[in-house]
């Protein structure tokens, strides 16, 4: 299983971002789908993750300010994130859970900035 991030960039606080990952390969059947990020001298936190059954499960610092979604046909996740912070500025990670196995993409980094 092979997942392509993209939609990083640089951005003002306030602004918006939207990140997609796309999972390519042998996919017998994605369980979940979720963003993790990193920021510099800071352990990979998780910031959204969906089920399969759609279900959602968000960080505290995120809550009302970032969105998951997925297209289980194209075996794609989303986030989309608004009203982004400074501390939002890190590398974006997706992850899949998938035939008991985890597979990470390869980051993505978001900047919020003036």
């Known amino acids: 299983v092979q997942l392509q991030a993209s939609g990083g960039g640089l951005v003002q606080p306030g602004g918006s971002l939207r990140l997609s990952c796309a999972a390519s390969g042998s996919i017998l059947r994605i369980n979940a789908m979720g963003w993790y990020r990193q920021a510099p001298g800071k352990q990979r936190e998780l910031v959204a993750v969906?089920?399969?059954?759609?279900?959602?499960n968000y960080a505290d610092s995120v809550k009302g300010r970032f969105t998951i979604s997925r297209d289980n046909v194209k075996n794609t996740v989303y986030l989309q994130m608004n009203s982004l912070k400074p501390e939002d500025t890190a590398v974006y990670y997706c992850h899949v859970h998938a035939g008991g196995r985890d597979y990470w993409g390869q980051g993505t980094q978001v900047t919020v900035s003036s």
């Open positions: 969906i089920t399969s059954d759609g279900s959602t």
